[in-house]
């Protein structure tokens, strides 16, 4: 049997760099995670007007970029610990200001990324201040890096039939199944030693196939805009969106769960 062929520098150093990269986003997002508060509001903020701004340069409205992540700012800012926090407020004012922008902007192109990027906001501060929203909001990370982990290696050593290549030539059904396994086990875990609710196990396998969804969704987009990433904010892993695009379905989806879960005891 021929030796394996070494991987090339290039490759490798791009590997490195995206290893690098990828451990301190984890670290940034654990700890503003654990603290809470004010820290992990600056993160959502940053991670939200992000967001914006990448989504007005790929869906081509470039004029409005600006107003966009103003018009944010106003439901992230009440938003904030020191006003109403994560709250109904805070979702009136992000379909209020996604009317604002729909309005001034003529399209519904850029008002649709207020949702895109504000509900996601709003679901990980308001997972962080619910009964154990620690863990409930470390899973729901867990269970994002979980898919991308799993999908990016087995769809490497195992290839095989592609997953959607009309929106993305590299993902393959072998990939989604090893995000969907990873995800069961990480989730498995934290149910043994943290005490997860087991039906959140099982509720970890649909949201993993979401959030591969979600990370075709924004392929499609960049394919749509003739784009290779999202932005170049992070070396080796593109923009914003292209970190995030597995989270914002899911954290949404899971925020809705614990709202229905804890509202006899908000009524």
Same mark, same amino acid.
């Given at each position: 049997?021929?030796?394996?062929?070494?991987?090339?520098?290039?490759?490798?150093?791009?590997?490195? %760099? $995206?290893?690098?990269?990828?451990?301190? &986003?984890?670290?940034?997002?654990?700890?503003? *995670?654990?603290?809470?508060?004010?820290?992990?509001?600056?993160?959502v903020v940053l991670m939200?007007?992000?967001?914006?701004?990448?989504?007005? *340069?790929?869906?081509? $409205?470039?004029?409005? $970029?600006?107003?966009?992540?103003?018009?944010?700012?106003?439901? !992230?800012?009440?938003?904030?610990? /020191?006003?109403?926090?994560?709250? #109904?407020?805070?979702? *009136?004012l992000i379909f209020g200001a996604a009317m604002f922008i729909a309005i001034f902007d003529r399209s519904l192109k850029l008002a649709a990324g207020m949702i895109y990027a504000g509900f996601p906001a709003l679901a990980i501060l308001y997972l962080r201040d619910i009964d154990n929203?620690?863990?409930?909001?470390?899973? %729901?990370?867990?269970?994002? /890096?979980?898919? +991308?982990?799993?999908a990016y290696f087995s769809g490497r050593a195992i290839g095989g039939p592609k997953l959607a290549p009309q929106y993305s030539p590299n993902k393959t059904w072998a990939g989604l199944i090893g995000g969907v396994i990873l995800t069961a086990a990480v989730s498995f875990?934290?149910?043994?030693?943290?005490?997860?609710? #087991?039906?959140?196990? &099982? !509720?970890?396998?649909p949201l993993a196939v979401l959030a591969q969804m979600? +990370?075709?969704?924004?392929? /499609?987009?960049? $394919?749509?805009? *003739?784009?290779? +990433?999202?932005?170049?904010i992070f070396p080796g892993h593109g923009g914003v969106m292209d970190r995030l695009d597995g989270l914002i379905p899911v954290a949404p989806v899971v925020a809705l769960v614990m709202l229905v879960e804890h509202w006899p005891t908000l009524s």
């Open positions: 049997m021929a030796e394996p062929s070494a991987p090339k520098p290039g490759k490798s150093n791009e590997l490195q %760099t $995206r290893i690098i990269v990828g451990v301190l &986003l984890i670290a940034a997002a654990l700890l503003a *995670g654990y603290f809470g508060g004010m820290l992990l509001w600056l993160l939200a007007l992000g967001i914006m701004s990448e989504w007005a *340069g790929l869906t081509g $409205r470039h004029e409005n $970029r600006k107003l966009a992540m103003y018009a944010l700012s106003v439901p !992230l800012a009440i938003m904030s610990p /020191w006003a109403a926090g994560a709250s #109904f407020l805070g979702l *009136g929203g620690i863990l409930i909001m470390l899973w %729901t990370l867990a269970l994002v /890096w979980a898919t +991308d982990i799993g875990v934290l149910h043994i030693y943290w005490e997860l609710p #087991f039906y959140l196990v &099982l !509720l970890s396998i979600g +990370d075709l969704f924004e392929s /499609w987009l960049k $394919r749509k805009a *003739g784009a290779k +990433d999202s932005g170049t």
